[in-house]
């Protein structure tokens, strides 16, 4: 059954905005040849975007050309504003930009632990006044008088029917008030919130080191670890929320087994950065100088020990890590394990060739193990494509 002329109208003008959104600023004729649309389609197409708001002229294409062919349309950047926030334990950042994506502001700020033995965080809402009043300086110093949309990255579980994020074990607890209060002191604002190491995998396909990849797992090395896993093109959250949850898979190696309430048992207990700095310390190494903010310990450690060449620390590490990996690859069979977070990126190509040749030993599936180009970074990238995504979708929606 042919489709309607305004579902039509809506198809066409959705693919111009994203061809204007992947390709920049294009004249008619360029969108007429993109689209395999008519000229007169393309005309009232283009004049249907703009008496929407949605597309203006930027500029013609060359000095010599002149008239409606030659006016090169671009989509409205300043139209809406978004932000994005990477919500650690310890810290937090934030990235203020424009309709597109393009950074007009960007932040962090370190939220200390009280008790050192404790680790307790500073008190609930105190750490979420700081959070909060730092994206609002942030977005006043872009010039965002309006935020529309603000795409957050956390640790923890997901409600896959609420998208609220669940209580999880040893999180501080003001990660979740702070949704809650964004929402109130932005109501003009829809906050999203999203796992860190599924936005980070985002990041990693659409820039990053699995932009050829439409199923891969991520195994993020950081504080602790995760897992994200991406099928077909898509981040899967499972029943729970809890796809990738490796800290808590039983493996060898750790004395004990994981329980419910806490992962001390599994595989964080062998890769996690608190014990690779104890392995370090097993082959005579210590994490020497400071890291960038958020970097932990264990990223210091694995720079510094393939400064050295230190292969036996390094060979050593990446046998705990393939144990993980091997995991992983026997039930899902993605074909490519990308080495994230900010230990990932610091092992880089070498850790990642060590892990894959142990894993190549201990599964008969063959998988290719990549370091990550993003590391930490990834997170605040991966939150901010995912709310550019979300708030384009709605300010793109079909125009009749």
Not at 215 to 233: I, K, M, N, P, Y
Request: proline residues 6%; contains cysteine.
């Amino acid at each position: 059954m042919p489709a309607s002329p305004s579902t039509a109208r809506a198809i066409n003008d959705r693919l111009a905005l994203r061809l204007l959104q992947d390709e920049g600023p294009l004249t008619a004729g360029q969108l007429k040849e993109l689209t395999g649309l008519s000229r007169p389609t393309v005309a009232d197409l283009v004049e249907r975007l703009q008496g929407s708001g949605l597309i203006q002229v930027v500029g013609e294409t060359g000095a010599d050309r002149r008239g409606p062919n030659a006016r090169l349309y671009g989509i409205v950047a300043d139209q809406a504003h978004l932000a994005a926030l990477d919500v650690r334990t310890s810290s937090v950042s934030v990235v203020v930009t424009d309709l597109l994506g393009v950074p007009l502001a960007e932040a962090s700020l370190p939220m200390r632990a009280d008790d050192p033995a404790t680790g307790t965080s500073t008190g609930t809402e105190p750490a979420v006044e700081r959070a909060a009043a730092l994206l609002e300086r942030t977005a006043r110093r872009a010039g965002a008088t309006r935020l529309h949309s603000v795409g957050i990255g956390a640790p923890g579980l997901i409600d896959p029917v609420t998208g609220e994020l669940r209580d999880s074990a040893k999180l501080p607890a003001w990660h979740r008030r702070l949704v809650p209060v964004l929402q109130q002191r932005l109501p003009a604002a829809t906050v999203h919130v999203e796992n860190e190491t599924n936005v980070a995998a985002v990041a990693e396909q659409r820039e990053g080191v699995a932009r050829d990849r439409d199923t891969f797992v991520l195994l993020w090395l950081g504080h602790g670890v995760g897992a994200a896993v991406v099928l077909d093109g898509r981040p899967r959250r499972g029943a729970s929320g809890g796809a990738g949850e490796i800290g808590f898979l039983p493996v060898p190696g750790t004395g004990t087994l994981p329980s419910a309430t806490g992962c001390e048992g599994g595989f964080h207990a062998l890769a996690g950065s608190a014990a690779i700095l104890a392995l370090a310390g097993e082959h005579g190494l210590a994490a020497a100088g400071d890291g960038p903010v958020q970097e932990p310990p264990g990223a210091v450690v694995v720079r510094g020990a393939l400064a050295a060449g230190a292969g036996v620390f390094l060979d050593a590490l990446a046998e705990r890590i393939a144990l993980g990996a091997a995991a992983v690859t026997a039930v899902l069979d993605p074909g490519c394990v990308v080495l994230g977070g900010e230990i990932g990126h610091a092992g880089g190509p070498a850790l990642a060739a060590r892990v894959e040749a142990r894993l190549t030993a201990l599964s008969p599936l063959r998988t290719e193990v990549r370091a990550s180009t993003l590391g930490g970074a990834a997170v605040l990238r991966g939150a901010l494509l995912t709310v550019r995504d979300k708030a384009q979708d709605e300010l793109f929606a079909p125009t009749r």
